[in-house]
């Protein structure tokens, strides 16, 4: 009698999200399987209610008014010869090259991938420097997403389940279950024959799970409740912090005062909804001057943060010389030599960062501009990198050789612009932010000031070094919840900026009288019947029936709305890191801890929720080594790693 062999069960893998994050962890999970599990069939499950690629953030329904704030030569979702990682480089396309390929008509179109009318025509307006709409970035996450599933390996499937999962549940033999809202919906793919039953009903089993669903509903905080309790109770108008695609502002009424907390990405956003996309036009005059025509739907918008001005243009030009070899005094080893105790990164690291951007500063000022020095640049250069950096000597050098104001480098006026200064009214005030934003945008165009820009790719390095410290625990967890959201801001307001055009547009809508600006500092009280804005600008205030928070949610895992979470923690299966609102993960290979600290053999998480999360605040820029791959080529190994056929 002859016995016929079973087939044996595909092991399968749940990435919960279907975003860049969920998309980079498949590309990399399908680049390492042939070296971690040579003979064995996979499936990789990718849950969520929205399409793959962009996921709920970068989904297509969004209006076509929203732009990217990176320039699409800077944003990849491939690993390069630069990034250091234990799985294999497997390059791919920036969002240049893939728009070249699209608008050319070479781009290959693997199954389930579509391009309309309108993503050719933007295709064929791309170029480097191109700030590409958040629609058209959608598209080319579809394509990665759905490109990567084609090019998987014959026996690994990848199936896209479009439903929520509310709950994770371990089962007897170390599997996970996870609850869905809908069934288990198989898009058709290369599954057939796997071997493997359905699950049953509106769950999906699985050998391994990763959360990757990035920025999950945050619940109000007790300010925004009182807030909208006013707000109820005046017949107010009080929209919380949201991400922009995500809010309606329909109950914003024309021609009446709004206040808007925030002046950040997503005061742009929402500043361009209420504006433009409203009916007003901007028209540019033969002078190059920048107009704008009010159609009479808009609000009159007074906006204010703690700055009190809006995050600095992006830089539109290139170094003159090599980009600088970074980072030079915020590096792993200078972190170790600190010593072997958890570092301050308020007391022991942010010295070192302004060391770090002042020095990329300097000494591109010397090399690139040696004209404007009062000394040689070599001697420049040499007493620069020879200082010793704990006393006076660099104030000395500065005040001998850098001549101009516009030239030296203040990390506290650069932070803080406003502080100090105040203003008769907002009259006098507006009249000051005209003439900071407008310099603003042209010293970023003017490469005379290629100073800013290695300053930013100083920011970068030291950015990557902090978040992997903090990650391994070598900056304290106190530390970090106290003073990672100051430094983050930071690095947003400086690096992360919107796009110079962006910035010309709300100094046309200031000069039209539809934006107007609040001062630093802002803080909103609620006297009867309406809000009332004031700060530390101006003795002026404000009053109107319409606050906007505009601006992104803190991360909360005590306040979130998201189901799953919500599951896991009731029953102590994750638990926050003290401090940071973010699930906890164990720093080697983030595997989810639970309430008593333990991590969970076969649950791992990364993104913007997560703890430890390296590159989660934006896209990767090629040729940069940067952290987002090789965080997710780790993660991707440890998960292959510790599945058991």
């Not at 591109?364 to 040499?382: N, T, Y």
């Not at 106190?478 to 100051?486: G, I, T």
């Not at 100094?507 to 909103?524: C, H, K, N, P, S």
Request: proline share 8%; aromatic share 6%; glycine share 10%.
């Amino acid at each position: 009698m002859t016995t016929t062999a079973l087939p044996r069960r595909p092991l399968r893998i749940a990435l919960v999200g279907a975003g860049p994050r969920a998309t980079s962890l498949l590309e990399r999970i399908t680049a390492n399987v042939h070296e971690l599990l040579p003979d064995t069939m996979l499936e990789v499950c990718v849950v969520d209610p929205h399409p793959p690629g962009g996921g709920r953030i970068w989904r297509r329904a969004q209006s076509p008014r929203l732009w990217m704030n990176t320039t699409a030569n800077d944003c990849t979702m491939f690993t390069d010869a630069s990034v250091v990682c234990s799985g294999p480089v497997v390059p791919g396309p920036t969002l240049t090259e893939w728009a070249e390929d699209l608008a050319a008509g070479r781009l290959h179109r693997p199954p389930g991938f579509t391009a309309d009318a309108a993503d050719l025509s933007e295709a064929r307006r791309v170029h480097p420097g191109w700030f590409a709409t958040r629609r058209f970035q959608s598209r080319y996450l579809s394509w990665v997403f759905h490109h990567v599933a084609e090019r998987a390996p014959g026996r690994v499937a990848v199936r896209s389940v479009a439903a929520r999962v509310v709950d994770l549940r371990d089962l007897a033999d170390g599997r996970q279950r996870l609850f869905l809202d809908r069934p288990p919906y198989p898009v058709p793919d290369r599954t057939a024959g796997t071997g493997r039953p359905p699950a049953p009903g509106n769950t999906l089993d699985a050998d391994a799970v990763v959360l990757a669903q990035g920025s999950a509903g945050t619940g109000p905080t007790e300010e925004e409740r009182e807030l909208a309790r006013h707000a109820a109770a005046h017949g107010l108008v009080h929209i919380p912090t949201a991400s922009t695609a995500d809010i309606s502002l329909d109950a914003v009424p024309p021609g009446e005062p709004a206040l808007v907390r925030g002046m950040g990405l997503a005061f742009v956003d929402t500043v361009v909804l209420l504006t433009s996309g409203r009916g007003g036009v901007f028209r540019r005059d033969p002078d190059g001057t920048l107009h704008y025509s009010p159609s009479g739907s808009e609000p009159v918008l007074h906006a204010g943060s703690r700055r009190g001005v809006p995050y600095h243009s992006k830089i539109r030009y290139h170094l003159p010389g090599a980009r600088p070899e970074l980072p030079r005094h915020v590096s792993a080893q200078a972190l170790d030599a600190l010593g072997p105790d958890p570092l301050d990164l308020r007391e022991d690291v942010w010295p070192l960062v302004v060391r770090e951007l002042a020095h990329a500063h300097y000494r591109e000022l010397a090399l690139s501009h040696p004209e404007r020095l009062d000394v040689g640049a070599e001697e420049f250069v040499r007493r620069l990198d020879s200082l010793d950096w704990s006393g006076a000597q660099l104030k000395e050098l500065v005040s001998e050789a850098v001549r101009e104001d516009g030239d030296r480098f203040d990390a506290g006026r650069i932070d803080r612009p406003l502080a100090g200064l105040r203003f008769a009214d907002h009259d006098a005030l507006g009249a000051w932010l005209d003439g900071y934003i407008g310099a603003d945008l042209e010293r970023r165009r003017d490469q005379r000031y290629s100073m800013d820009l290695a300053v930013f790719f100083a920011l970068l390095s030291v950015f990557t070094v902090i978040s992997e410290a903090i990650g391994s625990g070598r900056i304290s967890q106190e530390s970090a919840a106290r003073d990672l959201p100051r430094f983050t801001g930071f690095f947003s307001y400086l690096a992360s900026g919107p796009p110079g055009p962006r910035l010309e547009e709300l100094l046309a809508l200031a000069r039209a009288g539809v934006l107007r600006f609040v001062g630093a500092d802002m803080e909103v009280d609620t006297p009867e019947g309406r809000f009332l804005a004031r700060s530390s600008s101006t003795d002026a205030t404000v009053g109107a029936s319409v606050l906007l928070e505009a601006r992104l949610p803190e991360p909360s895992l005590s306040r979130t709305t998201d189901p799953l979470l919500l599951a896991l923690l009731r029953r102590g299966e994750i638990r926050e890191r003290p401090g940071t609102g973010l699930v906890d993960a164990d720093p080697a290979d983030q595997r989810l801890r639970g309430a008593d600290g333990t991590p969970h053999p076969a649950r791992f998480g990364a993104g913007a929720l997560v703890a430890g999360g390296v590159g989660a605040g934006g896209f990767s820029r090629p040729r940069t080594n940067a952290g987002f791959f090789r965080q997710n080529d780790a993660i991707a190994r440890a998960v292959l790693g510790g599945l058991r056929p």
